[in-house]
């Protein structure tokens, strides 16, 4: 496996679009939403937080994130995390999200002091992979008082600064 991360460019648009039309290896993590609902707030912030995961050129993943500014200090907020279900446990996810610490300077001073991420609780994998990245569990959301939406996990990784 040979793994590369590279910005997303518009010409990216049909892998995104093929991933959410293929609605159940990625249902946990872009839900009932569609493209076109999604695509702004996914495509909004710096290039570099928006990354395609390649290996040997073929497309097997995206990472998304946004800072944000918090009274408490800045926060990295991971946005999305997308990895295609064949190469699913060979490093791909890690390596996007090692490669966002890099590029964001996490734990050389730069100010961000928590990474959020929100994941769907019936998503057993993908809880799996976020503790074993170090987060754990800061609380439950369910959107209002309607039972038929899924309550999602609001997952933090304190970050130790250099």
Do not use: Q
Not at 39 to 68: F, Y
């Amino acid at each position: 496996m040979e793994l590369a991360l590279r910005p997303y460019r518009t010409s990216d648009y049909e892998i995104l679009a093929r991933w959410y039309a293929e609605r159940e290896p990625f249902r946990h993590a872009i839900g009932d939403r569609l493209l076109e609902a999604s695509l702004p707030g996914l495509l909004s912030g710096k290039p570099g937080l928006r990354m395609l995961v390649t290996d040997e050129g073929r497309t097997v993943g995206l990472i998304a994130a946004e800072r944000k500014t918090h009274r408490n200090g800045a926060i990295l907020w991971i946005r999305l995390l997308l990895v295609e279900p064949e190469v699913r446990r060979r490093g791909c996810g890690k390596a996007a999200l090692m490669r966002l610490y890099g590029l964001e300077g996490i734990g050389s001073g730069t100010g961000i002091r928590k990474i959020l991420v929100a994941v769907d609780e019936a998503n057993e994998e993908g809880m799996a992979f976020w503790r074993a990245m170090g987060f754990r569990s800061l609380h439950r959301l369910r959107a209002g008082n309607d039972s038929s939406v899924k309550p999602v996990r609001i997952l933090i990784r304190e970050v130790c600064s250099a």
